[in-house]
């Protein structure tokens, strides 16, 4: 039995709690942080759909990586290289070399090889090829500026400039 309480006659019972709105309370709670919770994915899970014809004749097109056009000097003379293929200078006419200038790479044949790529690509980029100008500080900017507007006669408009290599001390 229960004590007594000043004030408390013995025929007066203690009431029970009412529980009922705690609880209400704790579920609450409850789902509260059942739905703030973020759960952590697995390390090292990749969602990825893997084929299922175990390796034999792919059915997914090749992809080519994009253009790139190299400019560098050797000496007095500007030099081109196309996805690493050398691309020929222009001939100069006597006028032209008895003035001491550069015949510098041949345009066309750099046109001809954008286009040829362009036409070729099947890769995921989506504005079509992606064409990287990577010139050496010494290159005329003539040459540069040729070589953007050879892109955008194509209609290439992924256009994209390397970066300058620092030269170690």
């Not at 009412?18 to 739905?35: G, H, K, R």
């Not at 790139?68 to 196309?82: D, S, W, Y």
Request: aromatic residues 8%.
């Amino acid at each position: 039995m229960g004590r007594k309480r000043k004030g408390q006659s013995v025929d007066q019972e203690e009431s029970p709690l009412n529980m009922t709105s705690m609880i209400d309370v704790v579920f609450l709670l409850l789902i509260f942080f059942m739905c703030a919770t973020k759960f952590k994915m697995p390390e090292g899970a990749l969602r990825s759909y893997l084929p299922r014809n175990r390796g034999g004749e792919s059915s997914a097109p090749t992809l080519t990586k994009g253009a790139r056009v190299t400019l560098t000097t050797e000496g007095p003379r500007t030099t081109c290289f196309a996805d690493e293929t050398l691309i020929p200078n222009t001939d100069l006419g006597e006028f032209e070399e008895a003035r001491g200038l550069d015949p510098g790479p041949n345009l066309d044949e750099i046109e001809s090889h954008i286009q040829r790529r362009k036409d070729n690509y099947r890769g995921v980029a989506e504005t079509g090829l992606p064409v990287i100008i990577d010139f050496a500080p010494e290159v005329p900017w003539k040459y540069v500026v040729e070589v953007l507007n050879i892109c955008h006669r194509v209609g290439v408009e992924d256009i994209s400039f390397a970066a300058p290599e620092i030269p170690i001390d």
